[in-house]
């Protein structure tokens, strides 16, 4: 395919380059990476004054940073991307254990959650997360036996219809261990919602009915290790990235228009 090459003008000044890239976040500076290895001309365009997107790691003073975005690295050792990265920056954190928590349910009143209903209900929702985990599978085994034909057929489900088909909401009559108090049917019904929201809306920043089972499931199974809370600066992660594409990196840079109209692509910005 014919090349089209990108002009860019940034308050008054012109330049021409292969690809403009609009965002220095993540993807903006790992795609950054990619054209530099390739010897491809790049501009990397950012809005705000500095890098990361939603990475925004804020120091508090104490060596420890306070984190407006992204929190974890997810998988840990077997991260094979960005573990590497945690190490050569000795970066402060903890493994961290989601079980390791106190849960307290707020409705009309005040509910608090005893350790031994919590393990319940852990058990419960992993055993429910495993049986969707395996409906998703199969979705995903279908659409490779059919080449990935789109059929009159819509297999997806929501996460909360199949934790409704695999009897997650049912209640249960006795449980080893677990209070009556558990089980009487309003006390039921909160805590099976409550568990809901922590592995949907609190995990995913989206409502169960709103979750596709087969692309919410599998998670990546390169990546099955302990999630790792970084406490000194996730930021740094991107800025030791980024160091080699510094000279192609705009901060302060809004883009405006994108003019594909033309033989060749347009990109304006402006200066505020």
């Given at each position: 395919d014919e090349r089209r090459r990108g002009g860019?003008?940034?308050?008054?000044?012109e330049m021409s380059v292969d690809v403009v890239v609009i965002g220095a976040g993540a993807s903006g500076i790992a795609a950054g990476e990619r054209l530099k290895e390739y010897g491809v001309s790049f501009v990397?365009?950012?809005a705000l004054?500095?890098?990361g997107g939603r990475v925004w790691s804020m120091p508090r003073g104490d060596g420890t940073y306070f984190e407006e975005g992204a929190n974890?690295?997810?998988g840990a050792d077997s991260n094979?991307?960005?573990w590497?990265?945690?190490q050569s920056l000795n970066l402060s954190g903890m493994y961290t254990d989601y079980r390791n928590t106190t849960l307290v349910d707020y409705g009309t009143e005040r509910v608090e959650i005893d350790e031994i209903e919590k393990e319940h209900w852990f058990d419960r929702i992993e055993h429910a997360f495993e049986e969707c985990d395996a409906h998703s599978s199969s979705l995903w085994e279908f659409a490779e036996s059919t080449n990935y034909e789109v059929t009159d057929v819509d297999l997806d489900i929501s996460i909360q219809q199949c934790l409704l088909d695999v009897g997650f909401y049912n209640r249960s009559h006795s449980v080893e261990g677990v209070s009556e108090k558990t089980l009487t049917t309003s006390r039921w019904d909160r805590l099976a919602n409550l568990f809901t929201w922590l592995e949907c809306d609190f995990e995913y920043a989206e409502e169960a009915p709103l979750i596709s089972t087969m692309w919410g499931y599998p998670v990546n199974p390169r990546m099955e290790d302990s999630d790792f809370l970084v406490t000194g600066g996730l930021v740094?992660?991107?800025e030791q990235m980024a160091a080699p594409l510094n000279d192609s990196i705009i901060l302060n840079q809004t883009v405006s228009t994108v003019d594909w109209s033309?033989?060749?692509?347009?990109v304006e910005t402006t200066s505020g």
């Open positions: 860019l003008v940034i308050s008054g000044a990397i365009l950012e004054d500095r890098i974890w690295v997810h094979f991307y960005l590497p990265y945690v740094k992660i991107l033309g033989d060749v692509i347009t």
